[in-house]
């Protein structure tokens, strides 16, 4: 069983719209956890953190944690083409962080 | 966050040599860590450098493959050693927040074995 699982991709979303990604994570005692976007080419780059259940909102990102559902999602409001990135959910246990697959999104003009 | 630089950039080297590549930070840190990403893949973490002491591998990575030197707080190297294609990759380096559990990654070394 892999330790952070997000759903499959490609995900293309017109602009304006709603980006809803989703990841779930094998770890209970797990505490922190972060999404990352990552452009073609780039490194990745950390869009938000969240450490305690319910919402998390920043700008157009919002992240959301439930512990009990081993559930960690961000959603992306008012999708623009600038958004366009594969998305890598990441999940800290003793320092370390594990990634998921990643799941790319594009925004369609 | 930190700022972090990496040398090179990209190499292509010929398969059986080794390439070290370098991993700069503008600010004191405890712990940095090196990654890889294969095309197409997700990032695998190799192992955590702190200064003083020997890195802490994962499990698939062994030092005589990639040793690591973790001199002072601001500097490590990572050695990618008797490369075959199969080492083509991205390397990156990344250190965690001052204070925080949050880890910021260098712009990575895009390397190709032939």
């Known amino acids: 069983q892999k330790e952070v699982e997000q759903n499959s991709g490609p995900l293309s979303v017109p602009e304006g719209a709603i980006a809803s990604l989703n990841c779930t994570y094998s770890?209970?005692?797990?505490?922190?956890f972060f999404w990352y976007r990552q452009y073609s080419g780039k490194s990745p780059e950390l869009i938000m953190s969240?450490?305690?259940?319910g919402d998390k909102e920043d700008g157009r990102f919002t992240a959301q944690l439930n512990k009990a559902s081993q559930y960690v999602s961000l959603l992306i409001r008012d999708s623009q083409p600038s958004d366009s990135a594969t998305y890598l959910c990441a999940v800290l246990n003793d320092y370390k962080l594990s990634f998921g697959a990643g799941t790319t999104v594009t925004v369609r003009a | 966050s930190a700022v972090i630089s990496q040398k090179p950039s990209r190499d292509i080297c010929q398969r059986g040599t080794s390439l070290t590549i370098q991993c700069q930070v503008d600010s004191q840190v405890t712990m940095m860590f090196w990654y890889r990403q294969q095309p197409g893949q997700s990032l695998t973490l190799i192992a955590t450098a702190n200064q003083g002491s020997e890195a802490t591998y994962e499990s698939g990575f062994v030092i005589d493959k990639f040793p690591i030197s973790r001199p002072n707080l601001t500097f490590s190297t990572l050695t990618v050693s008797n490369m075959s294609p199969e080492d083509s990759s991205i390397y990156l380096c990344?250190?965690?927040?001052?204070?925080?559990?949050?880890?910021?990654f260098g712009p990575g070394t895009r390397l190709t074995v032939t």
């Open positions: 969240i450490y305690s259940n």
């Open positions: 770890d209970r005692v797990s505490q922190s």
């Open positions: 990344s250190v965690e927040a001052s204070g925080g559990y949050e880890q910021y």
